[in-house]
């Protein structure tokens, strides 16, 4: 998957369509990957687990789903 960047609000007319998602291990490496954001479609052990991972350029974090306050 090639990386894109953006330098305003991104913004989808189709929304995430199929294959828009990677498995952990398919991700590339969080030090190469400072501030991309990936959907991951496991937990890492091969589960079926959606999930939003971005990298701080160390590793990748999961974006949790908490409700903000």
Known sequence: M??????????????LGAGASVLTAALPAAADSS????????DGVGDNEIAL???????????TTTALT
């Open 53 to 63: 991972v971005v990298s701080n350029g160390t590793a990748w974090l999961k974006i």
């Open 2 to 15: 090639a990386a894109s960047h953006f330098s305003g609000p991104v913004l989808s007319g189709n929304g």
């Open 35 to 42: 501030g991309q954001i990936y959907m991951i479609s496991d």
